[in-house]
């Protein structure tokens, strides 16, 4: 007990110390305004409960409950299978540098600082569940319905962040055997696939559901979202309590020694912090990076933009690459291919869940991808200075950042518009329109499309970095709150209003087109047809944005505008 005292002492000191430096950096304009908007935004979205429709209310609209508890279960099973295939390089408990500093001299026994932080981890995740309760559905079903969807995050967060504890003390117990990585990942997949294998030959030979035998473990963990009755809501909770409790156990019987491996990544973060502090380029895997084979060959005859292209990739996470992009799609369209056979599981009515879930996907993508993508001219700002010492207009170097960004956005895009493709497939007798024609001519003209789209969205925040320097993320400190949720929000509607101007046209040129072109050479060919002004009209504006842009660029004085 005077361990969990503790704990929540200095998480409740931390929450009000935090609280009390967002409020005092209210004083300065910038904070102020994007606080005000931030406020807004949580009060009409989510306090006033606004907010959409909650996801388990969704997901039974569409499949009736016991189908969506097996669509759940299937995305979280792969979420927990990436957990064992593709592992961080933490040490299985995490302590931070002041932790390491106080709490190791202290005296405290191995067990109780595994208990403080297997308990730190619930607790934080209590913010976890409150934060996705809010946006999952707000107060608008009242305040039964916000803490029903409370308690389901929390099993689900709780159960997670100790699975991730779990599996990174087991592959911690396989490293110390000797094991490399591609040995682990080779023993992990096969260990997997195995499981599996028996799985589904025991539930066929019992004559059980194959599929929901398999997935029972995710499938406990899901079913709190979707019971109604307070009754079966507590029943439901019974079972995810459980196995928080028995993976709670596991962790702690299982946990390999950490000590050293939680003092190196303290000093790591120590030297990342430093260095975001003092404005130095930082990775953020941690102040050091593997080496990485180069992006493609950089000789000296290729266009100057293709060096920044060169760096930026190198910057970029490693798993955005060819390699997981071409898997991805064979993924996608064996699995969609395989559930589109399964009449008996209603596969197809599942395939075209995940083609419309990627369609959403595809929309967030369009909208926030160019606000996480910061790898271009936002990420060098702070050397701006010696970017424009380069003997390059301003308007390519705005390009030459562009590039990357743009590359892997469209990849991952990409993957998305297939994966819709393939999973919408319409049921026989419905939808005759859709003719297979027209999709394959539907996914040509968008793929052809999406790289303009894409880059044209990536230079209105690297516009409004050079309008709005103050704003910018520099890289100087990892700052957060609701006043920089305000200033992202303001934003993103800037950024959504000219994603608006900027398609207008274009929609109204291949409507044109569609419907001059359509009665001569069909729908298909017309559809094909009408991506070309598009594409044209996207590239035009592209033109215009990036020669604005880079006269911007050439008039900014970073000791002006970044002083602090």
Same mark, same amino acid.
Request: hydrophobic share 55%; with cysteine.
């Given at each position: 007990?005077?361990?969990?005292?503790?704990?929540?002492?200095?998480?409740?000191?931390?929450?009000?110390?935090?609280?009390?430096?967002?409020?005092?950096?209210?004083?300065?304009?910038?904070?102020?305004?994007?606080?005000?908007?931030?406020?807004?935004?949580?009060?009409?979205?989510?306090?006033?409960?606004?907010?959409?429709?909650?996801?388990?209310?969704?997901?039974?609209?569409?499949?009736?409950?016991?189908?969506?508890?097996?669509?759940?279960?299937?995305?979280?099973?792969?979420?927990?299978?990436?957990?064992?295939?593709?592992?961080?390089?933490?040490?299985?408990?995490?302590?931070?540098?002041?932790?390491?500093?106080?709490?190791?001299?202290?005296?405290?026994?191995?067990?109780?600082?595994i208990h403080y932080k297997l308990l730190d981890g619930l607790v934080t995740s209590l913010l976890g569940a409150i934060f996705?309760?809010?946006?999952?559905?707000?107060?608008?079903?009242?305040?039964?319905?916000?803490?029903?969807?409370?308690?389901?995050?929390?099993?689900?967060?709780?159960? /997670?962040a100790l699975h991730q504890s779990l599996a990174a003390f087991a592959i911690g117990r396989l490293s110390a055997l000797g094991?490399?990585?591609?040995?682990?990942?080779?023993?992990?997949?096969?260990?997997?696939?195995?499981?599996?294998?028996?799985?589904?030959?025991?539930?066929?030979?019992?004559?059980?559901?194959?599929?929901?035998?398999?997935?029972?473990?995710?499938?406990?963990?899901?079913?709190?979202? /979707?019971?109604?009755?307070?009754?079966?809501?507590?029943?439901?909770?019974?079972?995810?309590?459980?196995?928080?409790?028995?993976?709670?156990?596991?962790?702690?019987?299982?946990?390999?020694?950490?000590?050293?491996?939680?003092?190196?990544?303290?000093?790591?973060?120590?030297?990342?912090?430093?260095?975001?502090?003092?404005?130095?380029?930082?990775?953020?895997?941690?102040?050091?990076?593997?080496?990485?084979?180069?992006?493609?060959?950089?000789?000296?005859?290729?266009?100057?933009?293709?060096?920044?292209?060169?760096?930026?990739?190198?910057?970029?996470?490693?798993?955005?690459?060819?390699?997981?992009?071409?898997?991805?799609?064979?993924?996608?369209?064996?699995?969609?291919?395989?559930?589109?056979?399964?009449?008996?599981?209603?596969?197809?009515?599942?395939?075209?869940?995940?083609?419309?879930?990627?369609?959403?996907?595809?929309?967030?993508?369009?909208?926030?991808?160019?606000?996480?993508?910061?790898?271009?001219?936002?990420?060098?700002?702070?050397?701006?200075?010696?970017?424009?010492?380069?003997?390059?207009?301003?308007?390519?170097?705005?390009?030459?950042?562009?590039?990357?960004?743009?590359?892997?956005?469209?990849?991952?895009?990409?993957?998305?518009?297939?994966?819709?493709?393939?999973?919408?497939?319409?049921?026989?007798?419905?939808?005759?329109?859709?003719?297979?024609?027209?999709?394959?001519?539907?996914?040509?003209?968008?793929?052809?499309?999406?790289?303009?789209?894409?880059?044209?969205?990536?230079?209105?925040?690297?516009?409004?970095?050079?309008?709005?320097?103050?704003?910018?993320?520099?890289?100087?400190?990892?700052?957060?709150?609701?006043?920089?949720?305000?200033?992202?929000?303001?934003?993103?509607?800037?950024?959504?209003i000219c994603l608006l101007l900027a398609l207008l046209p274009a929609v109204l040129a291949a409507a044109a087109t569609i419907?001059?072109?359509?009665?001569?050479?069909?729908?298909?060919?017309?559809?094909?047809?009408?991506?070309?002004?598009?594409?044209?009209?996207?590239?035009?504006?592209?033109?215009?944005?990036?020669?604005?842009?880079?006269?911007?660029?050439?008039?900014?004085?970073?000791?002006?505008?970044?002083?602090?």
């Open positions: 007990m005077a361990l969990l005292r503790a704990l929540l002492y200095l998480r409740l000191t931390s929450v009000a110390n935090l609280v009390r430096s967002r409020l005092l950096r209210l004083r300065q304009p910038k904070y102020l305004i994007g606080g005000i908007a931030g406020a807004a935004y949580v009060w009409f979205f989510f306090i006033r409960g606004l907010g959409p429709r909650s996801n388990s209310q969704t997901l039974a609209l569409a499949f009736g409950d016991g189908r969506a508890e097996i669509f759940a279960a299937i995305i979280l099973s792969v979420f927990i299978l990436l957990i064992w295939v593709l592992p961080s390089d933490s040490p299985g408990l995490s302590f931070s540098e002041p932790e390491v500093a106080f709490l190791f001299p202290a005296p405290l026994s191995r067990a109780q600082l996705f309760a809010l946006v999952s559905t707000g107060l608008r079903h009242g305040w039964l319905e916000a803490l029903r969807h409370f308690g389901a995050w929390w099993v689900l967060n709780a159960n /997670l094991l490399n990585v591609t040995w682990r990942r080779t023993l992990l997949v096969g260990g997997a696939i195995l499981t599996v294998v028996v799985l589904v030959t025991v539930a066929f030979r019992s004559g059980a559901d194959a599929l929901g035998f398999l997935l029972w473990p995710a499938r406990f963990i899901v079913r709190p979202f /979707l019971v109604d009755h307070a009754g079966l809501y507590v029943l439901a909770l019974l079972p995810p309590l459980g196995l928080l409790a028995l993976q709670y156990f596991a962790v702690h019987r299982l946990a390999s020694p950490f000590e050293e491996a939680s003092i190196v990544r303290a000093q790591k973060t120590a030297e990342v912090v430093a260095n975001m502090r003092a404005g130095k380029a930082v990775h953020l895997g941690g102040s050091k990076q593997k080496a990485r084979p180069d992006p493609f060959r950089l000789g000296p005859r290729l266009p100057a933009e293709f060096a920044l292209l060169w760096k930026n990739l190198l910057v970029a996470p490693s798993y955005l690459n060819r390699k997981v992009f071409l898997g991805a799609l064979v993924l996608s369209f064996t699995g969609l291919t395989w559930l589109r056979a399964q009449a008996h599981l209603d596969g197809p009515k599942i395939a075209m869940a995940v083609g419309v879930l990627a369609l959403v996907l595809l929309a967030y993508l369009l909208l926030f991808g160019p606000q996480l993508a910061r790898f271009d001219l936002r990420g060098d700002l702070l050397h701006a200075d010696m970017l424009k010492a380069w003997p390059l207009p301003g308007w390519r170097v705005v390009l030459g950042g562009l590039l990357a960004p743009a590359l892997l956005l469209s990849g991952i895009a990409w993957v998305l518009v297939f994966t819709a493709a393939v999973g919408l497939s319409p049921l026989p007798g419905k939808a005759l329109w859709l003719t297979p024609q027209l999709r394959v001519a539907a996914l040509a003209a968008i793929t052809l499309i999406l790289p303009a789209l894409c880059a044209l969205q990536l230079l209105v925040p690297n516009g409004a970095t050079l309008l709005f320097p103050a704003w910018a993320q520099t890289g100087r400190g990892a700052t957060g709150g609701m006043d920089v949720m305000g200033q992202r929000m303001i934003f993103f509607v800037g950024q959504f419907f001059l072109t359509q009665w001569l050479i069909g729908s298909s060919a017309a559809v094909l047809l009408a991506s070309l002004p598009v594409l044209a009209i996207l590239l035009l504006e592209l033109w215009f944005g990036v020669h604005w842009v880079g006269l911007r660029f050439e008039a900014l004085d970073i000791s002006a505008e970044l002083r602090p």
